[in-house]
């Protein structure tokens, strides 16, 4: 047999072989919560191969490793924060619980087998979600105010891992961007804070039997859904009252005794009244 198909031929031997470990799929979730339990598969297709090994990393750090030809075929190297179920794992799955937030990250599975020694690896990331220990609060200035006045609002959240998604509603209606400022960070006794900023002018239409009603929505991957709500009461103009003072009756000739600026101040408080 001539070199060139020699060569040839191994070269489809090769492709078949990849081929046929191509049938590769890694499954982790893309978001857990703090405290949870994380599974992490790693399915394959051997076809006419054997599984020499199957090994996990975290980064560039590897952490499981399965190779049945070894006596005991699992072997875990520590990564700090992660703990192993070495019972519910095999060549399959890796099962880690009370994951914390330092366990985010990329993971890897790498699949070796014989006679070939063809390895096949899959990546994808997981985030560990630390969520806040309580949920979003709004403050304001006031309870009450005008049409025409300008509300100013704060919504404040502790920080999380990741970050909250805060957003403002004005009568259950998205706010406008022009009235949100962005999202600052803030350090308070109880710790870090994120506080989204709400500046409108208050108009007529926004009162609603008399209230307009605010809501801060925070929000972190789907999984986590926390609201706050306050009502602003309208405030009506408060009309001075004229106090009625016993006395004689007002004729001409006492008109003319009142003095001028006294007449300013009754003429003034009239247009007031009526204006």
Known sequence: MHRLEIVTLLFLVCIQDLYSLSKISMRIPTFVQSGETADLTCSYYLDSHSLYSIKWYKGRHEFYRYMPGESPPTKVFPVKGMKINMTASDHVRVVLEDVSSALTGEYLCEVTVTPTFFVLAE????????FPPRGPEIVVTRSEY??????????????????STLAWFINDEPASDIYISRITDYAEKEGNQKRLDLRFPVQQSHFQNGLVKLK???TIAGLYWKTAEISLKQEHPKL????????????????????SSTIW??????CWHIF
């Open 123 to 130: 990546a994808a990331n997981m985030t560990v979600i630390d």
């Open 146 to 163: 005008q049409a025409g006045e300008t509300v100013f609002a704060s919504c404040n959240v502790p920080t999380s891992n990741p970050y």
């Open 216 to 218: 801060c929505l925070a």
């Open 240 to 259: 001075s009252r004229v106090l009625q003072v016993e006395g004689p009756e007002v004729t001409s000739e006492s008109v003319g005794n009142i003095p």
């Open 265 to 270: 101040v009754l003429v003034l408080e009239l």
